[in-house]
């Protein structure tokens, strides 16, 4: 079955700490990966996909096979950084599963 | 239009009553997804629609839950009977063709069944 854990529903950090949002998932095939944020009163945006290998606002996140993982790092972390962090996967079928989330707060 | 729109943006209802929601997708993208925001669950996946056909219905909730999608366009999700535990965010997210890239979301109705 295809499954997105994230088993943290609160992170919080001190800013300039380093940070890292786990997420693991179940896929028997060759799924596409990506992370989604929520800041405050505002809608879901991408942050970024596994496939692109991009760095967006200092994350990066690599996609673990062996490990079935695609964890969100990010070196420092700012106050503006907190919000709320979706895990999501495509596979076979139409639709995304998203893990229920993490909320990030990081602390001045 | 720029964005994916969704109306109202909140909706009291009283518990036993209908509503409707509605959802008008970026312009060109032919696939449109709805999802349940609830607190402590995440987003949940209720159905899809790529054009006016719904391939994916999987995971509406009960026969309470209906949605439409017309000239491959606005969708509306309609809850008939209203129970509390309807009482959710319901995102709407469109992308250009099935799966992940391009996928946009609206800013949701917020629904408060009383």
């Known amino acids: 079955a295809q499954r997105v854990t994230q088993p943290e529903k609160l992170l919080s950090v001190f800013k300039g700490a380093p940070v890292e949002l786990k997420c693991n998932y179940s896929?028997?095939?060759?799924?596409?990966l990506f992370w989604y944020v929520q800041y405050s009163r505002q809608r879901l945006q991408l942050l970024l996909r596994h496939i692109s290998r991009e760095s967006i606002k200092g994350f990066t996140a690599d996609l673990n096979k062996g490990e079935t993982s695609f964890h969100l790092k990010k070196p420092f972390a700012q106050e503006e950084d907190s919000a709320m962090y979706y895990c999501?996967?495509?596979?076979?079928?139409?639709?995304?599963?998203f893990g229920k989330g993490t909320r990030l707060l990081v602390k001045p | 239009g720029a964005g994916v729109s969704q109306s109202p943006s909140n909706k009291v209802t009283e518990k036993g009553k209908d509503v409707e929601l509605r959802c008008d997708p970026i312009?060109?993208?032919?696939?449109l997804y709805w999802y349940r925001q609830s607190l402590g669950q995440g987003l949940e996946f209720l159905i899809y629609?790529?054009?006016?056909?719904?391939?994916?219905k999987s995971g509406l909730p009960s026969d309470r839950f209906s949605a439409e999608r017309t000239g491959g366009s606005v969708s509306t999700l309609t809850i008939q009977r209203t129970q509390q535990e309807d009482s959710a965010v319901y995102l709407c997210a469109s992308s250009p063709t099935r799966g992940g890239y391009g996928y946009t979301f609206g800013s949701g109705t917020r629904l408060t069944v009383v």
């Open positions: 629609f790529q054009g006016n056909s719904a391939p994916d």
């Open positions: 312009s060109g993208h032919t696939a």
């Open positions: 999501a996967l495509s596979g076979q079928g139409f639709s995304f599963i």
């Open positions: 896929y028997s095939g060759s799924p596409e």
